[in-house]
């Protein structure tokens, strides 16, 4: 038997790519800033209310772009959840500037809103939550917190895209978010992500430093008639080809999103006395938000039951796999004073997280597969 008959993660395909795909050979338009990529920008910035949305080549690079924008320097000191993947540190690190790592809510797995307070020092600048798995950081908190102290906030959405907290979008919140559309992301063009602008305040910069740091995205638009060396950047834009094939997907989002959400609900209801008999936690959804549906977890009860569980799953041919490591204690955390028992919650929940397989296009088949295999383990 195949060992990994239904895998964790098959990327997102609608149908519509490889036409958008030609069409943008035929115009011959391959570079970045293309018709394209303007479709993608207009149709976020009006579905999501944004003040721009500028495409980037990852979720890393929106994330150091904004680092870029916040004139991060050597110091400066940035709040981000134990709980979340290196780039989220390591876009702050790399101008210099130290990760102070809080810990998340065992329910949604969530920067802890309650040691916000305690973390800010003179030095902070940015508080950077995360929407673990989609379902949103209690942000109500999170921007009342930074408004008193005057701190930006930044949101990782790189779970969230068309996820809510109280009837607004994910990623609208901050002054600024982080959108990822990696294959393993609900909409994606392989590598690709988004500098979400909420804040008018911050767009013309955030298009010199995504253009090499010139101001040739105002000369296109024949607001200066030539361009020249105005900031620091780098080159943050895609290609036209990857905007392309992320227009088709985004145009998909409702089916998408719909398939997503009919997924979770079918993990969600029917896993519930089972994980309630063995002593298993679900994801959390708290009444005011709608997730992302972007994956599912579980949290068993120990680190040995994991092992057993991903293991049981496997002889099944199922892929199931765990998530982040403590970020603070990985050298680089380590390095910037993270130590064993800073994050307890943290440290905790890594040793005993498995997600189950999760993708656009699970068969009805595969889904009852997983469904059946997990009600078959005993913990
Ligand atoms: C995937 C992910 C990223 C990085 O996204 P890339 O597009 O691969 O750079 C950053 N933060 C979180 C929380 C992610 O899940």
């Not at 906030?153 to 809510?164: I, S, Y």
């Not at 105005?230 to 997907?249: E, I």
């Not at 002889?315 to 603070?328: A, C, E, K, M, N």
Request: glycine content about 6%.
């Amino acid at each position: 038997m195949d060992k990994n008959r239904i895998p964790f993660n098959r990327p997102t395909v609608v149908g519509t790519e490889a036409a958008y795909l030609a069409d943008a050979v035929h115009t011959r338009h391959l570079s970045g800033d293309g018709p394209y990529t303007k479709k993608v920008r207009a149709l976020l910035q009006e579905v999501l209310g944004l003040q721009a949305a500028l495409l980037t080549t990852s979720c890393t690079h929106a994330l150091e772009l904004a680092a870029i924008l916040l004139n991060t320097q050597p110091g400066d000191e940035v709040i981000i959840p134990a709980f979340t993947f290196v780039s989220t540190a390591n876009s702050f690190a790399l101008r210099g500037a130290k990760p102070v790592f809080i810990d998340v809510r065992p329910d949604t797995l969530n920067l802890d809103e309650t040691q916000l307070e305690r973390l800010i020092t003179p030095r902070t600048r940015a508080i950077v939550p995360v929407h673990y798995a989609g379902i949103a950081a209690e942000m109500d908190t999170v921007m009342d917190i930074a408004g008193r102290h005057e701190l930006v906030v930044l949101e990782d959405a790189a779970h969230g895209l068309f996820g809510k907290y109280k009837d607004r979008w994910l990623g609208t919140i901050g002054a600024l978010s982080a959108q990822s559309f990696h294959e393993t992301k609900n909409f994606t063009c392989g590598e690709g992500g988004a500098l979400l602008i909420n804040d008018a305040n911050y767009v013309e910069r955030a298009e010199i430093i995504r253009e090499k740091g010139t101001n040739r995205s105002r000369f296109f638009r024949g607001e200066v008639d030539r361009y020249t060396w105005v900031d620091l950047g780098s080159s943050y834009l895609p290609s036209d080809l990857l905007a392309a094939f992320l227009y088709a997907q985004l145009e998909a989002r409702e089916m998408v999103q719909d398939k997503r959400r009919q997924l979770w609900e079918a993990y969600a209801s029917q896993l519930s006395s089972w994980a309630a008999a063995n002593d298993v936690a679900l994801p959390v959804v708290p009444a005011h938000c709608t997730p992302s549906y972007h994956l599912f977890f579980m949290i068993l009860p120990t680190s040995e039951a994991r092992e057993r569980f991903i293991a049981f799953l496997k002889s099944r041919g199922i892929h199931s796999v765990f998530h982040y490591l403590p970020l603070h204690l990985s050298d680089m955390g380590q390095h910037f004073g993270g130590r064993a028992g800073d994050c307890p919650v943290t440290e905790s929940v890594c040793d005993r997280l498995a997600r189950l397989p999760f993708f656009t296009d699970i068969t009805p088949a595969e889904r009852d597969a997983v469904i059946e295999a997990v009600l078959d383990f005993k913990v």
